[in-house]
């Protein structure tokens, strides 16, 4: 059994929705989200959207939780992740979603024992990289795999059992590959493995300049080493 997971789509429907279809293409059986679905990118409603349609299993992020006013955040930052436009545009409906979507998972799927988080399992704004020098605190987790995104960079590790898996981010990764990424779990293998998909990063960085965001949002889409 494969199950797919994403992470980090921030608003980015574009992107989101070139990697579900990647994923129908995988024949993923479910498909799992790290969180941080909004904010940053203008397609608010049709990222949540294809989320709901698709029936992806979701958690909350820092970002989601900023939104729904649970998590605190400074009027600075809330201004620069475009919270504002965020908030004003989002509907009712989708905005109750987002209210309603747990912070942690911790459920068996596929016969496998997952434990899904945004940041880490201590913490939604914490960022495990992949040079972390404390994985072997993922060894008191009880749980096969155990899911993260917040970086926006891909990373597997294994510990002791445990197989730690960041699938990187569907909306604006970070790595200088400028290609959203996902992730690909084999369930009977308990492995996991990184892909990448093109899409039409053109349409949304006019879009990004027609609302009038910053042009860093904009640079981070296209950048590569």
Same mark, same amino acid.
């Given at each position: 059994?494969?199950?797919?997971?994403?992470?980090?789509?921030h608003?980015?429907?574009?992107?989101? +929705?070139?990697?579900?279809?990647?994923?129908?293409?995988?024949?993923?059986? +479910?498909?799992?989200?790290?969180?941080?679905?909004?904010?940053?990118?203008?397609?608010?409603? &049709?990222?949540?959207?294809?989320?709901? &349609?698709?029936?992806?299993?979701?958690? +909350?992020?820092?970002?989601?939780?900023?939104?729904?006013?649970?998590?605190?955040?400074?009027?600075?930052k809330?201004?620069?992740?475009?919270?504002?436009?965020?908030?004003?545009?989002?509907?009712d409906?989708?905005?109750?979603?987002l209210?309603?979507?747990?912070?942690?998972?911790?459920?068996?799927?596929?016969?496998?024992?997952?434990?899904?988080?945004?940041?880490?399992?201590?913490?939604?704004?914490?960022?495990?990289?992949?040079?972390?020098?404390?994985?072997?605190?993922?060894?008191?987790?009880?749980?096969?795999?155990? =899911?993260?995104?917040?970086?926006?960079?891909p990373?597997?590790?294994?510990?002791?059992?445990?197989?730690v898996?960041?699938?990187?981010?569907?909306?604006?990764?970070?790595?200088?590959?400028?290609?959203?990424?996902?992730?690909?779990?084999?369930?009977?293998?308990?492995?996991? =493995?990184?892909? !990448?998909?093109?899409?039409?990063?053109?349409a949304?960085? !006019? !879009?990004?300049?027609?609302?009038?965001? &910053?042009?860093?949002?904009?640079?981070?889409?296209?950048?590569?080493?």
């Amino acid at each position: 059994m494969r199950i797919g997971v994403i992470s980090d789509v921030h608003s980015n429907s574009v992107a989101l +929705a070139a990697v579900l279809a990647a994923l129908e293409k995988h024949k993923v059986e +479910a498909i799992l989200c790290a969180g941080d679905i909004i904010s940053y990118y203008p397609f608010v409603n &049709e990222a949540i959207d294809l989320l709901r &349609e698709r029936d992806v299993i979701c958690i +909350a992020g820092n970002h989601d939780r900023y939104l729904w006013g649970n998590l605190a955040i400074s009027n600075e930052k809330w201004r620069a992740y475009n919270l504002d436009y965020a908030t004003r545009i989002i509907r009712d409906d989708n905005r109750l979603w987002l209210a309603n979507l747990p912070f942690q998972w911790c459920k068996e799927l596929a016969g496998l024992r997952w434990h899904i988080c945004h940041g880490s399992p201590w913490g939604v704004e914490e960022y495990i990289y992949p040079d972390d020098k404390a994985f072997d605190r993922f060894a008191s987790i009880k749980a096969d795999i155990v =899911v993260m995104g917040h970086t926006h960079i891909p990373l597997i590790r294994r510990v002791g059992d445990i197989l730690v898996l960041n699938p990187g981010s569907c909306g604006q990764p970070r790595d200088y590959n400028p290609m959203p990424s996902y992730a690909v779990v084999d369930a009977t293998t308990v492995s996991a =493995v990184i892909k !990448r998909v093109s899409y039409d990063v053109d349409a949304v960085c !006019r !879009r990004v300049a027609l609302e009038g965001f &910053e042009q860093k949002f904009i640079d981070i889409l296209r950048r590569t080493r």
